[in-house]
T-cell receptor
Framework: NAGVMQNPRHLVRRRGQEARLRCSPV?????VYWYRQLPEEGLKFMVY????????ESGMPKERFSAEFPKEGPSILRIQQVVRGDSAAYFC???????????FGEGSRLTVL | DQQVKQNSPSLSVQEGRISILNCDYT??????FLWYKKYPAEGPTFLIS?????DKNEDGRFTVFLNKSAKHLSLHIVPSQPGDSAVYFC???????????FGTGTQLKVEL
């Protein structure tokens, strides 16, 4: 069974461009989470989604960031007009309903020049 | 507001000895606790967990202890092996969902 798949693994953007990060959960998992890890910090929760629904977006910055998990296809984390402070590793995780444990992907590392 | 705290950023242990990683939390609503291990350039991988109704859970070389009154948990690894060298994250969630709150991590180095 494939685990959580994230792409791209590395993404370089210039300030003001858009970044799109994709996440395919473990087959059969209906819950997706996005976390961000800034240099020298722990993982910070951003958003929790189920198919076509945002359940909890309390960790998402108010502007420029959005996330979706459509009925078909991967979950997308979108960052518009990127700034240098957006440089980080973005991790996606998935779980089946009711599970206590999250399964993480290998992360997408965004570098903003 | 750091609800899950790992006050030791790093720990160095000799191979074969016990590694003890500590974690404190402030939110009394947390009822499920997990430890994740992370190698550089990889995602975190689940190691072991414990429910708040227990005070100990053991899996091979790994044991997690929970002291609810002190809001403290610890991960014991014995015997420690060089392959255990990684960053260890403590995490917790409340019964309402799977959203995990992570600590800042402890870098464990197991030396030969």
């Amino acid at each position: 069974n494939a685990g959580v798949m994230q792409n791209p693994r590395h993404l370089v953007r210039r300030r003001g461009q858009e970044a799109r990060l994709r996440c395919s959960p473990v087959k059969g998992h209906s819950h997706v989470y996005w976390y961000r890890q800034l240099p020298e910090e722990g993982l910070k929760f951003m958003v929790y989604l189920q198919k076509e629904n945002i359940i909890d977006e309390s960790g998402m910055p108010k502007e420029r960031f959005s996330a979706e998990f459509p009925k078909e296809g991967p979950s997308i984390l979108r960052i518009q007009q990127v700034v240098r402070g957006d440089s980080a590793a973005y991790f996606c995780a998935s779980s089946p309903p009711g599970a206590g444990e999250l399964f993480f992907g290998e992360g997408s590392r965004l570098t903003v020049l | 507001d750091q609800q899950v705290k790992q006050n030791s950023p790093s720990l160095s242990v000799q191979e074969g000895r016990i590694s003890i990683l500590n974690c404190d939390y402030t939110n009394s609503m947390f009822d499920y606790f997990l430890w994740y291990k992370k190698y550089p350039a990889e995602g975190p991988t689940f190691l072991i967990s414990i429910s708040s109704i227990k005070d100990k859970n053991e899996d091979g070389r790994f044991t997690v202890f929970l002291n609810k009154s002190a809001k403290h948990l610890s991960l014991h690894i014995v015997p420690s092996q060089p392959g255990d060298s990684a960053v260890y994250f403590c995490a917790a969630h409340t019964g309402g969902g799977n959203k995990l709150t992570f600590g800042t991590g402890t870098q464990l180095k197991v030396e030969l």
